[in-house]
């Protein structure tokens, strides 16, 4: 070793940045009695996961709601979809044609209410 | 198996008291702030001694908990860039050191830190690694995921370049 060239570099590194002696005792005394933190946050992991677990089930399985009630209109509309553009023959001989931007609001399914708007 | 136990138990005590001066020292060079280089320290320390009581021993108790104090003292680093404009906002705490005592301070762990500062980050890892974590080349190899060879190149270099900074501070 006393003839190792990089020994007083290494040495003037290591004394610059002594460890204070209280300190170092305090670190191995918390590092070996770590093991009660290691279990609460164990424990800690386990209850947050099963609660996350818990809470995405109860959204998954949540019933959905009631269909809204909408009054029937008593005739039934046919319509088609061509090119996005909604299509609906209204019973007085009109065309309803609506659409043409598909909006990203808009839900791809569920309940909805379409207003048709024209004279008799 | 309860003396086997008991061995393991002395050997790891053993291995804590040897380690903690070390990794202390490599934290305290590394972010400068004693406080901070305490925590990282410990949790390093600790995490072997949850991995040995778990039967998880690594095969380099020294490279693994290198390893560990590397990456924890680079989070502390970043953590305290965030915080540490809120803190002066704040005029920081009132128990901070004032700024005559702070150029009093200004010894030889400030001259060696400002020479560190020097280096590439990379040099800088190696040489802390090597030279103040005491890690063997292989070790600090393993604890950096380079080779052997690498880290010797980095050290190498780091030693030449510090050699002369901090030569040249004093000339």
Not at chain 1, 68 to 80: D, F, Q, T
Not at chain 2, 64 to 84: E, N, T
Not at chain 2, 114 to 141: H, K, N, P
């Amino acid at each position: 070793m006393a003839d190792n060239p990089d020994a007083p570099l290494d040495d003037r590194l290591r004394e610059a940045f002594e460890a204070d002696p209280r300190a170092v005792s305090r670190v191995a005394w918390e590092a070996l009695t770590a093991r009660a933190t290691g279990r609460r946050r164990g424990r800690f992991a386990a209850v947050s996961a099963a609660a996350i677990v818990g809470l995405a089930a109860a959204i998954a399985l949540w019933p959905p709601g009631p269909a809204p009630s909408v009054e029937p209109a008593g005739a039934v509309l046919v319509g088609s979809v061509t090119d996005g553009l909604l299509v609906i023959p209204l019973p007085d001989g009109s065309t309803a044609i609506t659409g043409g931007v598909a909006r990203q609001d808009r839900p791809k399914e569920g309940y909805g209410l379409v207003l048709v708007e024209g004279g008799r | 198996m309860g003396g086997q136990g008991s061995s393991v138990i002395v050997d790891l005590e053993r291995t804590i008291a040897e380690l903690a001066p070390r990794v202390l020292r490599y934290a305290n060079a590394r972010l400068g702030d004693p406080a901070l280089a305490e925590d990282v320290a410990q949790e390093s320390l600790a995490a072997l001694v949850r991995a040995c009581r778990n039967g998880g021993a690594p095969d380099s108790a020294e490279a693994f908990v290198f390893a560990i104090a590397r990456r924890r003292a680079g989070r502390a680093s970043w953590r305290r860039r965030l915080w540490a404009p809120l803190e002066l906002a704040l005029s920081a705490r009132s128990d901070a050191p004032s700024p005559e005592a702070r150029a009093i301070a200004l010894d030889e762990s400030a001259h060696v830190r400002a020479a560190l500062a020097r280096l590439s980050s990379r040099d800088r890892e190696a040489i802390l690694l090597v030279a103040i974590g005491g890690l063997s080349m292989a070790d600090a190899a393993a604890a950096l995921g380079l080779s052997l060879s690498a880290v010797k190149m980095r050290v190498s270099r780091a030693r030449t370049r510090l050699a002369a900074l901090l030569e040249a501070r004093h000339g």
